[in-house]
């Protein structure tokens, strides 16, 4: 199977601060990849590589066979990879419903300044679309409430949910869970995978959380000092010598031998 | 926009014009110079809905109006409809051209910047002989599609031409606002990372906003200099600007009809504070400038639709 995104050798210098090194990674369509790490190990310049935030210091990203390494965010988003924020970034004096007619109008108008000018806010099409995301991602209940008072799991919703305003073929949502009590973390987690799995998004998301990874990614990419060190399924991952040394630190082996997380993972 | 409020609109703007030859001309001539700068101040608040002020609008404003005057002078045109074509397309071109530097920008810059470029037309003007330097250049009467009127017929027949720009304007800047690029302002004001990550350039969109404001202020300032049969510096210096960011506070960004509510209130205040104390008019303008930002924060436009509101609310009741 050819890989839908595929990075090879990228890396990140600022000045003499390596942030990023030799990262090679497939990401084949349809799979959902938590990524982990200690906090500044490359995770979030990783993510903000490809989304276009960060300019690459060298090697290639593609999608779809082609090179999309260094496009500015905006045609990267048009090409069908999207993004949430670790601070949820939504517009704060919109309401919920408005947030998502924003999302979808901008998508529908094809993206182009004229297409904006010349297509409605708020149409039959823009606002089927806001109502099956509110719908899908469970926020019926804060539909006209205005972003600025939202709970902050609610806000995550909302951003996640305008980032798939587009339909893109993948997401990446940075520390989707950060900010939000330990009760409502999977809750959160269940409607946001609920939602894109029902959409055939393919995810990568940031996550300090081993219990969510473990729960939610069929592949973990561990980083540590800037590169992957460790790549596979959640349990080969996190039970890399090296991954448990620098990252989860806390995780217990058990007399059967199996892994089981510790809560303290946020080494 | 509503098919019934359309037909309103048509109607009270069809009234003026049917009320025009019963009203002393002084009036007509103070309404249509208002008109002119309604016409400005729509535009300033299509930037403003954005977050964007401009002190420098009477660059766009001070286009338009010596596009009428040099066309007439240099190319003997005089049709009205024609000459004000060319100052939108005029003022908006330069808009365009400038766009690529100012889009760049927002805030405290965006309006120093545009401020600026204005300055820099201004001291053009004041030292170019050919442009009339600082006595400006006098419009020729225009005509209207071969008709010439003259004395108190072409009065009216500007005051008509100006009700027309209007009506478009409205309708033009309504649409606007209801549209997707019009619509993102507020989001643009808000979080520019957000609208560039749903996949539209913020640059673009700024771009287009100074644009089409642009367009807007070279129809009033090609509305003006027809009005006044005269142009002159004065129309790109810094105090023009502030007049139209001044009315763009008394009429608040709420609704299109308030920019030519508070153009018209503006004038008129203007107009009783030289009567009043010609050495010192700016005390009193300046007062209600004060007044305004002290007691109706979100302009005179606000009043309207927190009535509107309010009668909405009794309705439901």
Same mark, same amino acid.
């Given at each position: 199977?050819?890989?839908?995104?595929?990075?090879?050798?990228?890396?990140?210098?600022?000045?003499?601060?390596?942030?990023?090194?030799?990262?090679?990674?497939?990401?084949?369509?349809?799979?959902?990849?938590?990524?982990?790490?200690?906090?500044?190990?490359?995770?979030?310049?990783?993510?903000?590589?490809?989304?276009?935030?960060?300019? +690459?210091?060298?090697?290639?990203?593609?999608?779809?066979?082609?090179?999309?390494?260094?496009?500015?965010?905006?045609?990267?988003?048009?090409?069908?990879?999207?993004?949430?924020?670790?601070?949820?970034?939504?517009? +704060?004096?919109?309401?919920?419903?408005?947030?998502?007619?924003?999302?979808?109008?901008?998508?529908?108008?094809?993206?182009?300044?004229?297409?904006?000018?010349?297509?409605?806010?708020?149409?039959?099409?823009?606002?089927?679309?806001?109502?099956?995301?509110?719908?899908?991602?469970?926020?019926?209940?804060?539909?006209?409430?205005?972003?600025?008072?939202?709970?902050?799991?609610?806000?995550?919703?909302?951003?996640?949910?305008?980032?798939?305003?587009?339909?893109?073929?993948?997401?990446?949502?940075?520390?989707?869970?950060?900010?939000?009590?330990?009760?409502?973390?999977?809750?959160?987690?269940?409607?946001?995978?609920?939602?894109?799995?029902?959409?055939?998004?393919?995810?990568?998301?940031?996550?300090?959380?081993?219990?969510?990874?473990?729960?939610?990614?069929?592949?973990?990419?561990?980083?540590?000092?800037?590169?992957?060190?460790?790549?596979?399924? +959640?349990?080969?991952?996190?039970?890399?010598?090296?991954?448990?040394?620098?990252?989860?630190?806390?995780?217990?082996?058990?007399?059967?031998?199996?892994?089981?997380?510790?809560?303290?993972?946020?080494? | 926009?509503?098919?019934?409020?359309?037909?309103?609109?048509?109607?009270?703007?069809?009234?003026?014009?049917?009320?025009?030859?019963?009203?002393?001309?002084?009036?007509?001539?103070?309404?249509?110079?208002?008109?002119?700068?309604?016409?400005?101040?729509?535009?300033?608040?299509?930037?403003?809905?954005?977050?964007?002020?401009?002190?420098?609008?009477?660059?766009?404003?001070?286009?338009?109006?010596?596009?009428?005057?040099?066309?007439?002078?240099?190319?003997?045109?005089?049709?009205?409809?024609?000459?004000?074509?060319?100052?939108?397309?005029?003022?908006?071109?330069?808009?365009?051209?400038?766009?690529?530097?100012?889009?760049?920008?927002?805030?405290?810059?965006?309006?120093?910047?545009?401020?600026?470029?204005?300055?820099?037309?201004?001291?053009?003007?004041?030292?170019?002989?050919?442009?009339?330097?600082?006595?400006?250049?006098?419009?020729?009467?225009?005509?209207?599609?071969?008709?010439?009127?003259?004395?108190?017929?072409?009065?009216?027949?500007?005051?008509?031409?100006?009700?027309?720009?209007?009506?478009?304007?409205?309708?033009?800047?309504?649409?606007?606002?209801?549209?997707?690029?019009?619509?993102?302002?507020?989001?643009?004001?808000?979080?520019?990372?957000?609208?560039?990550?749903?996949?539209?350039?913020?640059?673009?969109?700024?771009?287009?906003?100074?644009?089409?404001?642009?367009?807007?202020?070279?129809?009033?300032?090609?509305?003006?200099?027809?009005?006044?049969?005269?142009?002159?510096?004065?129309?790109?210096?810094?105090?023009?600007?502030?007049?139209?960011?001044?009315?763009?506070?008394?009429?608040?960004?709420?609704?299109?009809?308030?920019?030519?509510?508070?153009?018209?209130?503006?004038?008129?205040?203007?107009?009783?504070?030289?009567?009043?104390?010609?050495?010192?008019?700016?005390?009193?303008?300046?007062?209600?400038?004060?007044?305004?930002?002290?007691?109706?924060?979100?302009?005179?436009?606000?009043?309207?639709?927190?009535?509107?509101?309010?009668?909405?609310?009794?309705?439901?009741?």
């Amino acid at each position: 199977m050819s890989a839908l995104l595929s990075v090879k050798g990228l890396e990140k210098t600022f000045g003499q601060v390596v942030a990023a090194r030799d990262i090679n990674v497939d990401v084949p369509q349809g799979q959902t990849i938590g990524i982990i790490g200690a906090n500044g190990a490359g995770k979030t310049t990783f993510v903000n590589m490809i989304t276009g935030h960060l300019t +690459p210091s060298g090697g290639t990203i593609q999608f779809e066979g082609s090179d999309i390494t260094g496009l500015p965010s905006r045609k990267i988003m048009r090409l069908g990879i999207a993004r949430s924020f670790q601070v949820a970034q939504v517009f +704060p004096t919109f309401s919920v419903f408005e947030n998502l007619c924003a999302a979808t109008a901008i998508a529908r108008s094809g993206s182009s300044v004229i297409g904006a000018a010349l297509s409605r806010f708020v149409s039959a099409g823009t606002s089927a679309d806001a109502e099956t995301a509110i719908s899908q991602f469970q926020i019926g209940q804060f539909r006209d409430a205005l972003a600025s008072t939202l709970p902050q799991g609610v806000r995550k919703l909302l951003d996640i949910a305008m980032a798939t305003a587009g339909n893109p073929r993948v997401l990446l949502l940075d520390e989707p869970t950060s900010g939000i009590s330990l009760e409502e973390k999977f809750g959160l987690m269940d409607v946001i995978m609920g939602a894109l799995k029902a959409r055939g998004t393919t995810i990568l998301f940031v996550e300090h959380d081993m219990e969510i990874v473990q729960r939610f990614a069929d592949r973990v990419l561990a980083f540590y000092d800037g590169t992957v060190i460790a790549d596979g399924s +959640p349990a080969e991952a996190l039970g890399d010598e090296r991954v448990r040394e620098f990252i989860t630190g806390t995780l217990i082996r058990s007399k059967d031998g199996k892994l089981s997380a510790g809560r303290a993972s946020h080494a | 926009m509503t098919g019934l409020r359309i037909l309103l609109g048509a109607l009270i703007l069809g009234g003026l014009g049917a009320a025009a030859p019963f009203t002393p001309l002084w009036l007509i001539s103070l309404v249509t110079l208002a008109m002119s700068t309604g016409l400005v101040v729509c535009g300033l608040i299509i930037l403003w809905r954005g977050g964007l002020v401009p002190f420098g609008q009477a660059l766009f404003f001070a286009t338009g109006a010596y596009t009428v005057a040099l066309s007439g002078r240099w190319f003997g045109m005089t049709d009205a409809f024609l000459l004000v074509a060319l100052a939108v397309i005029m003022a908006a071109l330069v808009a365009f051209v400038v766009g690529f530097l100012l889009a760049q920008y927002r805030e405290i810059f965006f309006a120093m910047l545009s401020l600026a470029l204005s300055m820099i037309l201004y001291g053009v003007l004041v030292k170019s002989e050919t442009l009339g330097s600082t006595d400006g250049i006098n419009v020729a009467q225009a005509s209207f599609l071969g008709m010439k009127p003259r004395g108190p017929g072409y009065t009216f027949a500007l005051f008509w031409l100006a009700l027309g720009m209007v009506f478009s304007a409205w309708l033009g800047v309504s649409a606007y606002l209801n549209s997707v690029a019009g619509q993102l302002a507020g989001a643009i004001r808000d979080n520019e990372i957000r609208v560039e990550y749903l996949g539209i350039s913020v640059t673009n969109l700024v771009h287009l906003k100074l644009t089409i404001s642009a367009a807007l202020a070279g129809a009033g300032g090609g509305l003006a200099a027809l009005s006044i049969s005269h142009v002159d510096p004065q129309m790109a210096y810094w105090t023009t600007s502030g007049g139209f960011v001044f009315v763009t506070i008394l009429a608040g960004a709420a609704s299109v009809p308030a920019a030519f509510l508070g153009a018209l209130l503006f004038e008129i205040v203007r107009t009783i504070a030289v009567a009043l104390l010609p050495g010192g008019w700016q005390l009193i303008l300046g007062s209600v400038l004060l007044l305004t930002i002290l007691f109706v924060p979100e302009g005179l436009g606000s009043l309207m639709i927190r009535k509107r509101a309010a009668v909405a609310e009794k309705g439901a009741a």
